[in-house]
């Protein structure tokens, strides 16, 4: 977003920055919020997500160092539309919203920067809905795995950066025993593998097959 600002503009708006520190679990910004800022993560990871009116959390997006938050509120200036918390001990910088607006309406790439951002939870949000409409768990934690952002190691791809059980089940609206038990069955079957705190998936094609519904959960 900011990097066609010249050096000179970036140092002025990292004066204006506020940083601040977040514990594992921490509220990092609240749909409550009366003060709107655009958070930039040095460093940890952030989760971004809302409740059901029973009270049930879901998991919407992840924001990993480098990325930004708080742009809706940036655009139209009404609270935030989620609540976002720290998945992780995290490291935020804040800029308030009147500066970044100034910094999106003078610098075009900026503001492309945040149209695309946009658009691109927009398509996320709209894959999260599909996911949502499956009716079994274990497939709709694999469509999730085909989901997240990864590499290709041959015919392999590689999850960095894992999320836990729970952060994964509050996104597939499920339990996180349930997802610990698909987990274990498909490690089992050597069609995943933990490696530190990343995971590879062997066998991208069965878990495709599964996410479709062309083939059947594995069994005990």
Do not use: W
């Amino acid at each position: 977003m900011l990097q066609s600002l010249t050096r000179e503009e970036l140092e002025k708006l990292s004066s204006r920055m506020n940083l601040r520190s977040f514990a594992r679990r921490a509220m990092v910004l609240s749909k409550d919020a009366s003060v709107f800022e655009l958070g930039f993560l040095v460093e940890g990871r952030l989760q971004g997500l809302d409740f059901t009116v029973d009270g049930r959390s879901v998991g919407l997006y992840f924001v990993d160092p480098g990325d930004y938050f708080g742009e809706l509120t940036v655009v139209d200036g009404q609270p935030p539309a989620e609540f976002v918390v720290a998945a992780m001990k995290s490291t935020v910088a804040f800029l308030d919203a009147d500066t970044v607006r100034e910094v999106i309406l003078s610098h075009q790439e900026a503001a492309k920067a945040v149209m695309q951002k946009l658009a691109r939870r927009i398509r996320e949000v709209t894959a999260q809905r599909t996911l949502l409409s499956l009716p079994n768990p274990f497939q709709r934690l694999c469509v999730l795995l085909l989901q997240l952002p990864s590499s290709q190691l041959k015919d392999q791809r590689v999850v960095e950066q894992i999320p836990t059980h729970q952060e994964l089940a509050i996104m597939i609206n499920a339990s996180r025993e349930t997802v610990t038990r698909a987990f274990q069955l498909l490690f089992t079957q050597r069609i995943l593998v933990r490696d530190g705190n990343s995971l590879i998936i062997i066998e991208p094609v069965v878990i495709k097959d599964i996410a479709e519904g062309r083939m059947p959960p594995p069994k005990a």
